[in-house]
C-alpha cells in the first residue's frame, strides 16, 4: 500500500467508527459485544485513535455488509472516507426502509433512530446541540463532532451529531 | 446499559424526569426538546431524553435487544 493510499485509509477509519459509533449501544444491549469493548470504542472516537479494519469489520458486520453491497454497485474503495460518507448519507436508510437484515425486526422507533439524517443546529448547549431533522427537534451529543455553530449543517444518527457537512 | 433500551418516566420535575428501567434501575435525565409525561418510555442518552417510544414498541424493541 502507497503512503497516500495509507493515510486515505486511516481518514476512512476514523470517519467509518464516527458513523456507526452511535449504533454501538445496541450492538451491546444486544450482547454482539463486551462493556470493555464499547468503552474502547468510545475513547478512540473521543480522542480520535484509528481502530484497525479488521476489529472495525468484526463489530460492526452489519454495516460493512452493507457498504460492500454499495461498493459493489458504484465501483467505489470502501477503504475511502468519501465511499464511508457516501454510504451513510445516501444508502443506509435506504437499507433501513428496505428492512434488511436485523432492521425487518426493529420497532419503528428504533429504526428512526438508525436513520441518519442531515440537520441544521438551532441551539449550542452546554451538554449538547439541539438540532432540527424534518419539523422535529432532538438534542444530540456534541462528543463525536465539537465545535458546530448555531446555522451548521450536521449529520445525525442516533443521539450523536457525527460531522459538520458542507 | 440503559441508552439502548426504552425506560419509563415515573417523575417529572421541572425539565428533570427520573427513568425506570427493568431491574428497578433508576436513571435521571435531562428534558430539553419535546413533551413528555409521567408514563411515557422514552430513550435516554448522555443524560438527555432523545425521543419516545411508543407502547406498543417497547415490548418488540426489548425483543430486538435479546
Known sequence: MSFYHYIM?????????KYAFPCAGITLARGHICQKEYDKLERAVKKNQLIDWQTLQKIF???????KKMSCLTGQNIFDAQTIRDYYLKY????????EGSYKYAPPALKQLCRVERAKIIDVQSDCYIVKIGQKLRPVSKMICLNAKVGDWVSVHYGYAVEKLK | MCLAIPGQIT???????TVKYPQ???KQAKIITGSYKTGDYVIVQAGLVIEKVPKKQVE???????
Open chain 1, 9 to 17: 485509509s486511516q481518514q476512512a477509519q476514523l470517519l467509518f467508527l
Open chain 1, 61 to 67: 458486520a452489519p454495516a460493512f455488509r452493507r457498504i
Open chain 1, 92 to 99: 443506509h436508510n435506504k437499507f433501513i426502509d428496505e428492512n
Open chain 2, 11 to 17: 417523575k417529572i420535575k421541572t425539565c428533570q424526569a
Open chain 2, 24 to 26: 428497578n434501575d433508576i
Open chain 2, 60 to 66: 418488540m424493541w426489548n425483543k430486538f435487544i435479546q
